[in-house]
């Protein structure tokens, strides 16, 4: 069986994260944490990574 044009493509096909979806995400987050308890305040000084590290420690 060989290997198809399209298939040794695979990369160039791939969908592209879009910097709008990771807004919404990260505005999402930060309401849920805000939900939780967490000040907005607080939630200003976070960097994207405390924020994920916060919700997983939440949803535990």
Known sequence: ???RRAMRKK???RPV???R???QRL???KKRL??????????VHM???QIRAA???TAA
């Open 34 to 43: 805000v939900a939780v308890g967490i000040s907005e305040e607080k939630l």
């Open 1 to 3: 069986m060989r290997i």
């Open 17 to 19: 994260k879009k910097p």
């Open 27 to 29: 505005m999402q987050q």
């Open 55 to 57: 919700i997983r420690e």
């Open 47 to 49: 960097n994207t990574r």
């Open 21 to 23: 979806l990771k807004r």
């Open 11 to 13: 990369p160039l096909r």
